[in-house]
């Protein structure tokens, strides 16, 4: 089974940055591991739903990211840790939120993963961030 596991998240003022890691382990029941699948982030912010931010393409490393977080936020991918980043520039008090991360186990693709989250029901702890003055 593919597991992740989020961390990194913090309390930043405003225009700080932070860098989220996703520790990928395990493999799906057909044997694909990290360097097969897509992985997205994901945040919820209180009182609001749960929205795709960033994700990646194992195939090509292509990227996909929220028009919100466009220029400020950066998710990459290192296969051989088995982690995958989401280095978080000029942070701003509307990026706070739970952030997850998500494997594409379903193979919808970055696009995809990104634009429709209910595609996925189960989600790890998260980690917090936090930005104010």
């Known amino acids: 089974q593919l597991q992740t596991a989020e961390s990194g998240g913090g309390s930043v003022q405003p225009g700080g940055s932070l860098r989220l890691s996703c520790a990928v382990s395990?493999?799906?029941?057909?044997?694909?591991?990290?360097?097969?699948?897509?992985i997205g982030w994901f945040r919820q912010a209180p009182g609001k739903g749960r929205e795709g931010v960033a994700c990646?393409?194992?195939?090509?490393?292509?990227?996909v990211y929220a028009d919100s977080v466009k220029g400020r936020f950066s998710i990459s991918r290192h296969n051989a840790k088995g982690t995958v980043y989401l280095q978080m520039n000029n942070l701003q008090p509307d990026d706070t939120a739970i952030y997850y991360c998500q494997a594409d186990n379903l193979f919808l693709g970055p696009q995809t993963m990104c634009d429709f989250t209910s595609n996925f029901d189960s989600w790890g702890q998260g980690t917090q961030v936090t930005v104010s003055s």
């Open positions: 395990g493999s799906t029941l057909a044997g694909l591991t990290l360097a097969d699948i897509d």
């Open positions: 990646i393409s194992a195939s090509d490393g292509l990227t």
